[in-house]
C-alpha cells in the first residue's frame, strides 16, 4: 500500500483512539457502571460506560489481529466478547486496565497499517463475511470505534455537561 495512503489511514484512525480516549478519561467514576441508555432493547448491563468502552476496545484489537485463530487479548481480558449471547466479563474493568488496553490495541493497529503491503490482502479474521479485504476492514473498524467514542462522548456531554472536544487527526510520532 502506497505510504501516503497509509499516513492518511492512520491521522484519521488514531483521531479515532485519541477520540475514545478522551472519553475514557473523561468519566467521572459515578458514571463508570451507570446504565447509559434507559430504555433498550439489549440487557441494561451491556449499556455501562466501562463496557461500552471495552466493547469498542476489544473489537479494535480482534480486527487488527492476524487472524482470528491467533488471536489473544492480555490479561486481564477475556475472549468472552467473542461469544456473542453471553454474560458480561466476569468483573467489571478499570479504567486504568481499559486505558491499558487502548494503548495495546493503537499499537496493533498502527502496525497493522504501517505493514499492510497490499490494500487487496484478504481479511482472515471472519469467515464468510461480505467484507473481504483488510483495507475494508481497517476502514471498518475505523469507523465502528468512532460510533462508540462518540456516543460515550455523547452521554459525557449529556450526564455532567463538559464533553471531550473534536480531535481531527492524531499526533504524528
Known amino acids: 500500500m502506497n505510504p501516503f495512503w497509509k499516513e492518511i489511514i492512520w491521522c484519521q484512525f488514531g483521531a479515532a483512539i485519541d477520540t475514545l480516549q478522551h472519553a475514557l478519561d473523561a468519566c467521572p467514576d459515578e458514571l463508570w457502571q451507570a446504565r447509559l441508555w434507559r430504555e433498550s432493547e439489549v440487557q441494561p448491563e451491556f449499556t455501562e460506560f466501562w463496557y461500552v468502552a471495552y466493547h469498542a ?73 461480505r467484507i473481504k479485504t483488510v483495507a475494508e476492514l481497517m476502514l471498518y473498524t475505523m469507523r465502528h470505534v468512532q460510533e462508540h467514542a462518540a456516543h460515550l462522548s455523547m452521554l459525557l456531554g449529556q450526564e455532567t455537561d463538559s464533553a471531550p472536544s473534536w480531535v481531527s487527526q492524531v499526533k504524528i510520532s
Not at 475472549?79 to 453471553?86: G, H, K
Not at 486505558?99 to 471472519?126: F, G, H, M, S, W
Open 57 to 129: 476496545i476489544f473489537w479494535l484489537d480482534y480486527y487488527c489481529s492476524e487472524s482470528a485463530d491467533e488471536f489473544t487479548v492480555p490479561q486481564p481480558f477475556t475472549i468472552s466478547e467473542l461469544e456473542f449471547d453471553t454474560a458480561l466479563p466476569e468483573r467489571v474493568y478499570t479504567k486504568q486496565e481499559l486505558l491499558t488496553y487502548l494503548e495495546y490495541a493503537r499499537a496493533r493497529c498502527r502496525a497493522k497499517i504501517n505493514n499492510l503491503a497490499d490494500e487487496n490482502e484478504p481479511q482472515r479474521v471472519r469467515d464468510n463475511w
